[in-house]
């Protein structure tokens, strides 16, 4: 069971065999996951490496506090707020709000034991990668909510949205 008091939700898209990146860009473009992910966030702090921050096609991410994990001392990047580690990410978190933590790999794989929810755009397709996802211990998590979208003139990919709660 998950201690943690402050509000952790991951919110990732994933290929079929949990491929997230590669050269630290995304896999895909699907427009639809993109206007999901600003809508899910807008207004809540969004926590992040340094390598996924860097990798944003706009940096800041507007209307959110931007928090960016790195392990050099006294690093600062304009218009975030920095943490140099993961517990002091933890410590500058909203208490009363949703914090989603946005990636990369290594960051996903600390956060996941602490997550109380997951946002999860699943492609349904494996794809050649350089990062991934921790698999999902349906042991833990609770499948609240799933809806499948078909290929269409905007996207070439058969995806999933699916939220998941931890028991």
């Not at 491929?19 to 860009?25: E, P, S, T, V, Y």
Request: hydrophobic share 40%.
């Amino acid at each position: 069971m998950n201690k943690q008091t402050k509000p952790i939700s991951i919110i990732v898209a994933v290929a079929a065999n949990y491929a997230i990146g590669k050269n630290n860009d995304l896999l895909w473009h699907i427009s639809d996951d993109l206007k999901r992910f600003k809508r899910i966030t807008a207004g809540h702090t969004v926590v992040m490496g340094k390598n996924t921050f860097f990798s944003l096609p706009v940096h800041p991410l507007p209307n959110r506090r931007n928090i960016v994990i790195t392990d050099i001392a006294g690093e600062q990047i304009n218009g975030c707020t920095m943490a140099y580690s993961i517990e002091q990410a933890i410590e500058l978190m909203n208490i009363d709000e949703e914090n989603f933590i946005i990636g990369g790999g290594s960051i996903y794989r600390q956060f996941m034991p602490l997550a109380n929810k997951l946002y999860i755009t699943r492609v349904h397709q494996d794809f050649e990668a350089d990062t991934f996802f921790p698999v999902v211990d349906t042991d833990e998590w609770d499948l609240i909510e799933k809806t499948d979208k078909q290929p269409d003139t905007e996207n070439s990919f058969y995806f999933s949205y699916e939220v998941y709660e931890r028991f």
